[in-house]
């Protein structure tokens, strides 16, 4: 691997102490986001950075790139780094952030947030498999199905990509409207405009 793309990660605690000094970007799916964020963290899901680019190069100070655990914010510091930008990111994520006892922002109470994508995972493959071993005792070939599953998921572990949670973040609830993606490029542009003095 290129250690120039290799992102540079710190903990929660080092993360905490500089927090005025970062825009923070939370890659995570926006139902993930609504379920909890480090606090004055924008959403830019990660299928959307792209479009981010050019508001995120002209971006003063340092920029801290968070997910739920770590693996999709390495992702985007790669992506980045592709791109010139550098980019910290946030070990153990958001889970690692409050597992510390950090706060994070949530919505109103009685909002209700969808689920971290792994989560969502879980239940998509456990139904698929549960489905699978209940229509073989249809037909013996239904099992394939739950063997299917189990292969992506050993797949998934050993490449540290999620196939099916690239297909679960494309489920509306996943995805950003386009009036929440324009406010956070907008909110990126007015920081990376310098100060009139």
Not at 177 to 192: K, V
Request: glycine letters at 12%; hydrophobic letters at 45%; a positive charge.
């Amino acid at each position: 691997m290129n250690p120039q793309l290799d992102p540079v990660a710190i903990d929660a605690d080092e993360a905490r102490t500089r927090l005025p000094g970062l825009t923070v970007i939370d890659v995570r799916t926006p139902g993930e986001y609504a379920a909890g964020h480090l606090p004055e963290a924008l959403n830019i899901p990660l299928d959307q950075f792209d479009r981010a680019l050019p508001a995120l190069r002209r971006l003063p100070g340092e920029l801290l790139v968070v997910c739920a655990s770590g693996a999709r914010s390495q992702n985007a510091c790669r992506v980045l780094a592709g791109h010139g930008i550098r980019a910290l990111t946030l070990t153990g994520g958001t889970q690692g952030w409050a597992g510390r006892g950090h706060e994070l922002r949530r919505p109103a109470p009685g909002s209700r947030g969808a689920w971290a994508m792994e989560r969502q995972v879980r239940l998509t493959a456990g139904t698929i498999v549960l489905a699978g071993l209940a229509l073989g005792f249809l037909h013996p070939a239904w099992q394939l199905l739950s063997a299917g599953i189990a292969g992506g998921l050993v797949f998934s572990a050993l490449t540290n990509t999620c196939g099916m949670a690239a297909l679960l973040s494309k489920l509306p609830f996943n995805r950003p409207r386009p009036a929440d993606l324009e406010a956070t490029l907008a909110a990126l542009a007015e920081r990376g405009r310098p100060a009139v003095t």
